[in-house]
């Protein structure tokens, strides 16, 4: 398997604008996870789905993110509109049992709002 | 709410040598896991090493090892022949029983002396 993918790896966008990222978890694992990693506030979970159904947003900062899972592969956080102080690197992380609850963690998108 | 505390935001170590990353964590559940996560400047998170809370055994994996102390709620990670690899965030991480959101503490910054 390839891993967890992420896409893109970098983003620069303007205040105002629209940011979608996405992720495509491990084949078979049912539990998704979006992080944001920052020096002020370390790692924060954001929301986290099991089987596509979200589970867990109360880590989303405000109604400008949203995230959705319409299937098992794919998963997307979007942000709208962008603001500076979303500027941040942005994890997803996926996991099922068998796996002993170890998450596997993207390589993350680096967001930067100008 | 659990909280999960690293109170050694930086440390180093002489290549070779044996170093120790503290981790102490509040919980008032008796059954969890907890996790070292290394975090190098690539910023690929990747899993060190597990601990089940009801096993009593330390776990250990090559050179790294842990020291888990459940009544006083210590998670300490001994890495022995440091090498320059090692550089890297360490994250340490607590996960109830009854749910899968991870607790992450804020990180040591482990840096490896040639």
């Known amino acids: 398997d390839a891993g967890v993918i992420q896409s893109p790896r970098h983003e620069v966008t303007e205040m105002g604008q629209e940011v979608t990222l996405r992720c495509k978890p491990i084949?078979?694992?049912?539990?998704l996870f979006w992080y944001r990693q920052t020096m002020m506030r370390g790692l924060e979970l954001l929301i986290y789905?099991?089987?596509?159904?979200?589970?867990?947003d109360s880590g989303m900062p405000e109604d400008r993110f949203s995230a959705k899972m319409p299937n098992a592969s794919f998963s997307t956080l979007k942000i709208q509109p962008s603001e500076p102080r979303d500027s941040a690197v942005y994890f997803c992380?996926?996991?099922?049992?068998?796996?002993?609850?170890?998450?596997?963690f993207g390589p993350g998108t680096r967001l930067t709002v100008l | 709410a659990q909280t999960v505390t690293q109170s050694q935001p930086e440390m180093s170590v002489q290549e070779a040598e044996t170093v120790t990353l503290s981790c102490t964590y509040d919980?008032?559940?008796?059954?969890?896991?907890l996790f070292w996560y290394k975090q190098p400047p690539s910023r690929q998170m990747i899993l060190v090493i597990r601990?089940?809370?009801?096993?009593?055994q330390n776990a250990t994996e090559n050179r790294f090892s842990v020291n888990f102390q459940k009544a006083a709620k210590s998670f300490s990670l001994k890495i022995s022949d440091s090498q320059l690899g090692d550089t890297a965030m360490y994250f340490c991480?607590?996960?109830?029983?009854?749910?899968?959101?991870?607790?992450f503490g804020t990180g040591t910054s482990l840096t490896v002396i040639p």
């Open positions: 992380a996926t996991s099922d049992w068998s796996s002993y609850n170890e998450q596997f």
């Open positions: 084949s078979g694992h049912d539990y």
């Open positions: 789905f099991n089987n596509n159904v979200p589970i867990d």
């Open positions: 919980t008032s559940e008796s059954n969890y896991y």
């Open positions: 601990q089940e809370a009801y096993k009593q």
């Open positions: 991480a607590f996960m109830s029983n009854t749910g899968n959101q991870f607790y």
